[in-house]
């Protein structure tokens, strides 16, 4: 079983920067892959950012290229989400999620466990 804790969630202005991280338990981070989902209000989950095993291989939504990018640290078992230059429409609340079976994937049913969420909220 894998427990996934996101922080670093809030309230910034359009234009401006957040950094989510995520914080696994366990002793196999490495072998998973992980990503970021995000919920905008009265909308249905969508993907954002993946990254493989290693952390050389990484995909993102095209809404967020350029803007976010995603990062891990296989010695602390963690996996952030950088996001700058955001828009109203990144509001949403962001889950942190892990596959054993991918070492990257962009639709959330390939995901086996899932964090709580953050709230990111981007106002204009």
């Known amino acids: 079983q894998v427990q996934l804790v996101e922080s670093g969630g809030g309230l910034v202005q359009a234009g401006g920067s957040l950094r989510l991280s995520c914080a696994a338990s366990?002793?196999?981070?490495?072998?998973?892959?992980m990503g970021w989902f995000r919920q905008p209000p009265g909308k249905e989950r969508e993907f954002v950012a993946t990254?493989?095993?290693?952390?050389?291989?990484?995909d993102y939504a095209d809404s967020v290229k350029g803007r976010f990018t995603i990062s891990r640290d296989n010695a602390k078992n963690t996996v952030s989400l950088q996001m700058n230059n955001l828009k109203p429409e990144d509001t949403a609340v962001y889950y942190c999620?892990?596959?054993?079976?991918?070492?990257?994937?962009?639709?959330?049913?390939?995901?086996?466990?899932w964090g709580q969420g953050t709230q990111v909220t981007v106002s204009s």
């Open positions: 999620a892990a596959t054993t079976r991918f070492s990257t994937a962009n639709r959330g049913v390939l995901y086996d466990y």
């Open positions: 366990g002793r196999t981070f490495s072998t998973y892959g």
């Open positions: 990254i493989s095993r290693s952390g050389g291989g990484r």
